[in-house]
């Protein structure tokens, strides 16, 4: 295992001095060490990441990205079609998660972790495995400093285990109400709804306290509960719709708020668990600037915004809202980190188990047989 202080180090002693990304548990180390540092800027999503980093770059600063590799998806169309084609070198250091045995891993990994290599090589990006031994960094960044020179980037693909993590630091949280605690609160008020919830350990703390059919736990995909949910919101108007989401969850496709205040669905309600923090992939902050939700929400279009600091107010909020017209945006303020680890839905359910089962809710039966599918022992 290479230590994630060493890894820094001769990142910086390459002359990298500007890093960015979207944290994954994989690469928790790296990120622990780098955030406290003045060359690091926590991105919302992998595209606006890559933008900032090679802008960096055209001002004379050496960046490197830190993504994981579902967030390949988000930063392809600024790869392929700016860095690559204006000749802007980056490097990209990328978790490999679901590889090489998608087995070990959450099922939303499957596809990325079997594809990631070949979706690098079919549009030219040079890369490679890291091992987990100071000789293969050097080894690995001595490859990439060639493609540099050639005015091209490399990716540096790092599997589980191969970057070490550290303690993770406690932040100064501005609330004592826990996720649990929030969302056993909001469960209360959940009954004859449609529930989307967001990736990572929100979707866990909702099936670990309110497992119903009427949940969709989407794991992966993230930040895109709110659009699952516009468009249900949209195809059902006789049925009330919650997303249950977070901050980073919500930030990395704003325009998914800015689109639902467009639309204004009247049955639809926005639930944002906001710790200031990716809670689960180690607790990275995601930004530095408190977002005023309330405020924002009500901005783009939606017709009520709250902000909800303890468990009483989010009752009281709750009840005031039910059955009033939407859409309404809810942030939830809870502390980063929690007591408890929620269990994993994919333990108890595959996860065409859970589309069959929400979909029977939502669309009163009409739904074809479930395909068989094994429940994954993780
Ligand atoms: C595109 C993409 N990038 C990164 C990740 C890794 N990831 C999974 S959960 C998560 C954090 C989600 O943060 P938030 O929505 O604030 O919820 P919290 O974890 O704080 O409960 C991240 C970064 C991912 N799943 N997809």
Known sequence: MIEAEAFCRELEARGFGFFSGVPCSYLQGPFSRLQDRAGYVPAPNEGVATAMAAGAQLAGRRAALLVQN????????????????????????MSLRGWPCADDDEPHHEVMGRSTTAL????????????????????????????????????????????????????????????RDAITAVAAHLDGALVYSTTGMISRELFGLRDDPGNFYMQGSMGHAIGLGLGTAIARPDLPVVVVDGDGSALMHLGGLALVGDCRPANLTH???????????????????????????????????????????????????????????????????????????????????????????????????VAAEPVAGR
């Open 271 to 369: 639930l944002v668990l906001d710790n200031g923090t990716f809670d689960s992939t180690g607790g990275q902050r995601t930004r530095d600037h408190p977002v005023a939700w309330d405020r924002l929400a009500l901005s783009v279009g939606y017709r009520t915004g709250a902000v909800c600091r303890t468990v009483g107010e989010i009752h009281e909020c709750l009840r005031r809202i039910a059955g009033t017209p939407g859409p309404h945006l809810v942030a939830l303020c809870i502390a980063p980190g929690g007591s408890r680890t929620p269990p994993r839905v994919t333990s108890t359910y595959g996860n065409r188990e859970i589309r069959a089962r929400f979909q029977r809710v939502a669309s009163d039966g009409r739904v074809g047989p």
């Open 120 to 179: 690098l090589d079919a549009i030219g990006l040079a890369h490679g495995v890291l091992e987990p031994s100071t000789g293969s960094l050097t080894a690995a960044l001595d490859r990439a400093d060639e493609e540099f020179r050639r005015d091209r980037g490399y990716a540096l693909l790092v599997p589980k285990a191969t970057l070490g993590s550290c303690p993770r630091a406690d932040s100064a949280a501005e609330t004592t109400m826990e996720r």
């Open 70 to 93: 579902s967030g390949l998806g988000n930063l392809l169309d600024p790869l392929t079609s700016l860095l690559m084609p204006y000749g802007i070198p980056l490097l990209i250091v």
